[in-house]
């Protein structure tokens, strides 16, 4: 399989904002869709996020619309989720997904995860 770098997250005040990247060394990742999901300890895990490569559209879950945002910087390489007006139930590890199939629906290629915790 072939890794996917994540960075970002940490500890965040309740209305706080956070920025988690998600990067690919060695293949070109507008080449896939990218998906953000999270799990917090007992939970499932759940889907966050999605944006496609032909043409960047993005979905949400309802428990996030209006309040994360997923982008891409191809010249970068890197796929963010930008998360704002965090809130204690958003505590979670965080996971970005590579999909060669574009439909936000086969996941082949996972990053490491990343801590994510909203606390006052």
């Known amino acids: 399989q072939v890794p996917l770098v994540q960075s970002g997250g940490g500890l965040v005040q309740p209305g706080g904002s956070l920025r988690l990247s998600c990067a690919a060394p060695?293949?070109?990742?507008?080449?896939?869709?990218i998906g953000w999901f999270r799990q917090s300890p007992g939970k499932e895990r759940e889907g966050v996020s999605c944006?496609?490569?032909?043409?960047?559209?993005?979905t949400y879950a309802d428990s996030v619309k209006g309040r994360f945002t997923v982008s891409r910087n191809n010249a970068k390489n890197t796929v963010y989720l930008q998360m704002n007006s965090l809130k204690p139930e958003d505590t979670a590890v965080y996971y970005c997904a590579a999909d060669p199939t574009f439909s936000c629906l086969v996941w082949d290629y996972w990053g490491q995860g990343t801590q994510v915790t909203v606390s006052s």
């Open positions: 060695g293949f070109t990742l507008d080449r896939y869709a």
């Open positions: 944006i496609r490569s032909s043409d960047s559209t993005t």
